[in-house]
């Protein structure tokens, strides 16, 4: 091979196997509360918090099956978890999930705001039911589960022997908080919205040392975009908009999830972690221009 090949990309690259991280233990005796664990990448975060010592609460939308089966994970694994079923766009609910945690775990020390959905179609065909479930699961949803987590990371204050933050949001977004989407105008609005609600609610507690934080998926492997990746025409166009090659996994986005829960990352509060491979790097200008 000619050097010049040796550094061609390749259009498809095999499934790449990331390596073992040694569990450390960094998030024991923390509490847990991840919307949408169900699936896709919530089950990978509520595993991945479980792994590293945190009692996790499950919560799910509908099939009770899926979520039952990350509670046997966890406990199979020799971690504490419980299964909530609450829709995050339904107050009384959130406040009845909230209510079942602190009555099973006694309090609260993350949260994960990850339930989202997509409702997609063009602009002038979108319904108004289409717009209201995607900004009410994923905008409402985020800002009812963090309005009752403040709550009690205030009520309760800095536990130091737990944390030294007294909580921690850590919010999914979406490389779509700032790259435009055309057909998805509703999931994409309902991004923007979540950087802000972020960024404003991060300022807000700061001084409270509550800690609000987005992590921006791209194109993750996970039944949401299963028509961008499923057969190899489709995961060959995905790569031109993703330089580093290769889709994303559940566990690329738990593993920075796993980080900004922790106090390794204490001095982190209200950013955005884009783990996208690239995919906010413009890659039409790596040619273009
Ligand atoms: C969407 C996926 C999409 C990815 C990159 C995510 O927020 O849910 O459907 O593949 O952004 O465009």
């Not at 390596?19 to 919307?35: D, I, M, W």
């Not at 829709?87 to 006694?106: K, L, P």
């Not at 802000?196 to 039944?223: D, F, W």
Request: glycine share 8%.
């Amino acid at each position: 091979m000619n050097p010049e090949q040796a550094h061609k990309p390749d259009t498809v690259l095999p499934d790449v196997v990331m390596p073992k991280c040694p569990h450390r233990n960094l998030l024991h005796g923390q509490k847990a509360l991840v919307t949408g664990a169900n699936s896709g990448i919530g089950r990978s975060v509520a595993l991945h918090l479980a792994r590293e010592g945190a009692d996790v609460a499950v919560n799910y939308a509908f099939d009770d099956a899926s979520a039952q089966a990350v509670v046997a994970e966890i406990k199979a694994n020799g971690g504490h978890a419980i299964a909530i079923k609450a829709d995050v766009s339904q107050e009384e609910q959130v406040q009845a999930m909230f209510a079942q945690m602190r009555q099973e775990f006694g309090t609260i020390d993350i949260l994960v705001n990850n339930a989202g959905l997509q409702s997609d179609a063009p602009f002038h065909e979108m319904t108004l039911a289409q717009w209201n479930k995607v900004i009410n699961v994923n905008l409402t949803g985020q800002f009812l589960c963090a309005r009752e987590a403040i709550r009690e990371f205030k009520r309760r204050g800095v536990v130091k022997e737990i944390s030294c933050a007294a909580g921690k949001i850590i919010s999914m977004s979406s490389v779509h908080e700032i790259i435009p989407w055309s057909g998805h105008v509703n999931y994409a609005a309902s991004k923007g919205g979540v950087m802000l609600m972020n960024k404003s609610l991060a300022q807000e507690v700061a001084p409270y040392r509550i800690r609000v934080n987005s992590v921006c998926p791209g194109a993750i492997r996970t039944p949401i975009n299963r028509d961008a990746w499923e057969t190899p025409e489709a995961y060959a166009d995905l790569m031109k908009l993703i330089p580093y090659n290769r889709i994303g996994e559940p566990e690329d986005i738990s593993r920075a999830v796993v980080w900004l829960a922790s106090d390794d990352s204490d001095y982190a509060n209200g950013i955005s972690l884009f783990i996208d491979g690239g995919m906010t790097l413009y890659p039409g200008f790596a040619e273009g221009g």
